[in-house]
């Protein structure tokens, strides 16, 4: 048996409620064949498209009526989880049913700390939110405070800083239900960003990248396995080139040359190989696999997937 720490991308979970219903009884399924398979399973997921909506459906409201309130970004991140969660505990309960299996499943709206300090919020880079034109950028600048920037010429966008996890707030919490037995839904689009102040914790406005924030809960838990399952079967060198490449086994070190060659994306691979790379190099027995959804169960089989190794 393997404990197992999954990272689902949020754009698995479609763009809308009704969509979201439909694609999580599909992406729940080879979830829960790692846990008929006699592993201990932990679920971390994304939450772009979803936080997104939320923040786009009240910043809308407050657009028409004044007296709407502005909901400050920690808190569009915890509807998330909330909302994403309920949908696949749900999904995964009915599946876990289905296949005679009475494991129970809970949601945890989980906050990830950061260092306030992290060079992260100096250089704010993470696009949140709807497209604005110039003169509507420099007024939400000017009123409230918000960094904005040009993206991909289709206009102006708000942008937040992106730090690292360094810790896990509910994380006894975690390990209790894990402890248990049960299957733990939690980080949910990277967490709650927070920062430690006393006693207390603040959330801030920021995203953190979901597959560090696996990559730490994966190192809290002293997890197993990391598996990043996103929409490409394995990882890829020379990426739509003639000469392109799947990779099978690689060690961090072949990645890091890879990495220094400008394989990866850092809109899109380069942070799944380099949340991987932080789990794997905590220990030897520690494996990272990044594959498809529905490759899951055969990737880790060694069928396909691209394994991560020290």
Request: charged share 25%; proline share 5%; aromatic share 4%.
């Amino acid at each position: 048996m393997s404990k197992i720490v999954v990272a689902l991308g949020g754009n698995a979970l479609g763009h809308s409620p009704e969509d979201q219903l439909e694609k999580v009884k599909h992406a729940v399924k080879p979830i829960v064949e790692l846990v008929k398979d006699g592993n201990e399973v932990i679920l971390a997921h994304g939450n772009g498209p979803q936080v997104g909506m939320i923040n786009l459906a009240f910043e809308t409201s407050h657009e028409i009526n004044q007296a709407s309130p502005e909901m400050p970004f920690p808190e569009c991140g915890a509807m998330s989880q909330g909302y994403i969660g309920y949908h696949l505990q749900n999904a995964l309960q009915k599946e876990l049913r289905d296949q005679n299996m009475d494991q129970k499943v809970a949601t945890i709206i989980t906050q990830v700390e950061v260092d306030q300090n992290d060079s992260a919020f100096l250089h704010p880079t993470k696009p949140i939110g709807r497209f604005y034109d110039l003169e509507t950028a420099n007024e939400l600048t000017e009123l409230r405070g918000y960094q904005m920037v040009e993206d991909a010429n289709r206009g102006y966008r708000r942008v937040v800083p992106s730090p690292k996890p360094i810790n896990i707030v509910e994380i006894d919490i975690i390990k209790t239900l894990v402890d248990a037995g049960h299957l733990v839904i939690t980080v949910g689009g990277g967490g709650i960003p927070v920062i430690r102040s006393g006693h207390d914790f603040v959330g801030v406005p920021a995203v953190i990248d979901k597959d560090f924030a696996s990559a730490k809960l994966a190192e809290l838990l002293n997890a197993d396995m990391l598996v990043i399952l996103t929409a490409v079967d394995k990882v890829k060198i020379n990426f739509n080139k003639p000469n392109e490449l799947d990779l099978d086994n690689v060690t961090i070190d072949q990645l890091d040359q890879y990495i220094k060659e400008g394989h990866f994306l850092k809109g899109s691979m380069l942070p799944k190989i380099e949340a991987a790379k932080a789990f794997v190099s905590g220990s030897a027995h520690r494996i990272a696999i990044i594959a498809s959804l529905d490759q899951a169960k055969d990737a880790l089989k060694g069928k396909t997937g691209t394994k991560i190794t020290n």
